[in-house]
């Protein structure tokens, strides 16, 4: 069935909602991403694609601040993360939403509690008021009522999912920022999840990362598509952004590597898989005298 | 690949490469050391701040409470009566050997009091709720509870450590209250109902050799170790490491630095107030014997 048609809202007076300029994120001697820019206009869904370690969640924990960069600059709606101190930071955050891979949604209290939050946190709403949102937001990504009073250990992984999106559109943010919403869920619940980020888009033009190996969820929402391929599987020198570009791009392109990947083929993988295990294998093991010896000769 | 990794590879080479490999490593221990400790001051330093920087919400603070203070209570008062008892027996052949049992009370109280009390009330607070913060807060991180609590401009410190600070500095002082109470009242019911000592004797001698001074001292250190052990164990939450393992592993560090802590604490806050009594009394200790 084909994805309904999007009304996207775009102001071209706005800054971009994200601007990233050659950011570099290393952890230790682990280098995740190297030289990534890319600009996101308001209103746009950008969906990030790529093979599992490729650095997506951090990219997407770049953009709000939660990892710093390593080199390079984020910017939000023109204002450069780095140079926030942790207040401006904590005030900024406001403006955005965040849906985790496992809803990150806080044990040690009610679902209710869970979405009123960051409303308790950052307005002044009086507890009825607080209540009213709540259960408006329950509603929209249709919850029942009864769930409110729930711990998230007592909902299903949908369930959760969609409290942690109504806790991420509590605060009416300019840009929602979702962690693999679809892993783990049966694919009609995937599609329930898909139908909720085209929803939530439609509330005053929200611009959305959606990070996510599902191919179904990335042709469904995305305006833009963005994929990352791992550094450690890339010739140097080479961009890691492979592809950018419309859904439609993506299917028309003929690259082997993003073929691959959108067909969901393992092809030489599992051997290149064994070498990288045979070559760290070959790396701890420390030289032993006859292998030191018979370098030695053959040099 | 790490320092250490690759000091490992060197080795093999010759003795000279070893020697040197060790000492490469005992460099980078040590440095790790220091940077763990300058990681800890700046989380007490911003917990601290945070105490300051913005008021409490009840709702927040209260469930810690309850979870410090009310839970430990049962815990605590048994172990300090068993304690007081243990005291007891262990004390009253040597004192009868001597014809000195009278002063039983003497020594078991002021033990208490002083020591005994303080630093069982603190063990049990790092074994009971030190493990229990640190698996509570590793857990969060694991499960990206905490970067969401961020993600929504809200401070973790704030919101995780500060209630649980809190709670560790002002409650830990009851608990050892509740702690010297029931082995002062286990001690004297052994020493009174199985050891046949005298009413009269036991407490004229306890009020003749343990002062409120001494019991004062006892609860000032607590405050020392409620604050090394909400802070230690937060802080090994905070930086846990990934899965099950690490939230386990966590959990076991929190208890035994907290332990190792109150301990090293104990020592030289004892030395620091022995000084203090001297210039109080300083006509010399009172003999117990």
């Known amino acids: 069935m084909p994805a309904p048609a999007k009304a996207i809202r775009r102001d071209i007076s706005d800054p971009p909602v994200i601007e990233i300029q050659n950011l570099s994120m290393r952890f230790g001697d682990h280098q995740v991403l190297r030289d990534i820019s890319l600009v996101l206009p308001a209103g746009q869904t950008l969906v990030v694609i790529g093979e599992s370690g490729c650095g997506k969640t951090v990219l997407l924990k770049a953009m709000n601040g939660l990892l710093r960069p390593t080199l390079g600059e984020v910017r939000f709606e023109g204002i450069p993360l780095a140079r926030m101190n942790e207040h401006e930071l904590a005030r900024i955050r406001t403006r955005y939403g965040f849906v985790f891979q496992g809803a990150a949604l806080f044990d040690s209290l009610t679902i209710a509690d869970n979405i009123a939050f960051p409303l308790r946190e950052h307005t002044r709403l009086s507890a009825a008021e607080i209540s009213d949102i709540v259960e408006s937001l329950l509603g929209e990504v249709g919850l029942p009522q009864s769930v409110a009073t729930m711990k998230p250990m007592q909902l299903s992984g949908g369930m959760r999912k969609r409290a942690g999106l109504a806790r991420a559109l509590a605060l009416d943010p300019h840009l929602i920022l979702y962690d693999e919403p679809t892993t783990g869920l049966d694919p009609i619940m995937s599609d329930v999840i898909n139908e909720l980020i085209l929803r939530a888009r439609s509330r005053d033009g929200v611009t959305s990362v959606v990070v996510t190996h599902d191919m179904h969820t990335a042709r469904k929402v995305a305006d833009v598509i963005l994929m990352l391929y791992p550094l450690s599987r890339l010739p140097p020198g080479e961009p890691q952004v492979i592809f950018q570009g419309t859904p439609h791009d993506l299917d028309n392109c003929s690259d082997p590597r993003i073929r691959q990947f959108i067909e969901g083929q393992a092809g030489t993988r599992l051997s290149e898989l064994k070498d990288e295990q045979a070559r760290d294998q070959a790396q701890s093991t420390p030289p032993t005298p006859e292998h030191s010896q018979h370098t030695e000769d053959e040099t | ?289």
């Open chain 2, 1 to 289: 690949m790490s320092n250490r990794a690759r000091n490992r590879d060197s080795a093999g080479r010759g003795l000279g490469d070893w020697f040197a490999t060790q000492i490469a490593n005992l460099g980078e221990f040590m440095l790790d050391r220091v940077a763990g400790v300058g990681d800890v001051a700046i989380f007490s330093l911003k917990t601290v701040g945070w105490i300051f920087a913005r008021r409490q919400r009840r709702d927040v603070l209260l469930p810690s409470f309850y979870q410090i203070g009310v839970l430990s209570l049962p815990v605590v008062a048994l172990t300090g009566l068993f304690i007081g008892m243990v005291l007891a027996v262990q004390s009253y052949s040597q004192f009868r050997a001597m014809g000195l049992q009278t002063r039983l009370g003497a020594v078991i109280n002021l033990s208490l009091v002083r020591e005994l009390g303080p630093v069982l009330a603190a063990t049990m607070l790092a074994g009971r709720v030190g493990s229990a913060m640190a698996a509570e807060l590793g857990t969060m991180r694991v499960t990206e509870q905490i970067d969401a609590m961020e993600s929504m401009g809200a401070n973790p410190i704030y919101y995780l450590v500060v209630p649980r600070f809190l709670g560790c500095l002002i409650l830990i002082p009851t608990l050892t209250v509740m702690a010297d109470f029931m082995g002062v009242l286990g001690g004297y019911l052994y020493s009174h109902l199985l050891l046949g000592i005298d009413y009269h004797h036991y407490w004229t001698n306890s009020r003749e050799y343990v002062d409120a001074f001494d019991f004062l001292m006892g609860i000032f250190k607590t405050f020392f170790f409620g604050a090394a052990i909400a802070l230690v164990s937060c802080h090994r939450g905070f930086n846990c490491d990934p899965g099950a393992e690490g939230v386990g592993r966590a959990a076991t560090n929190a208890f035994v630095h907290s332990f190792m802590l109150i301990l090293v604490l104990d020592l030289f806050l004892g030395i620091g107030l022995d000084n203090l009594q001297d210039i109080f009394h300083p006509e010399g200790p009172r003999k117990l014997l």
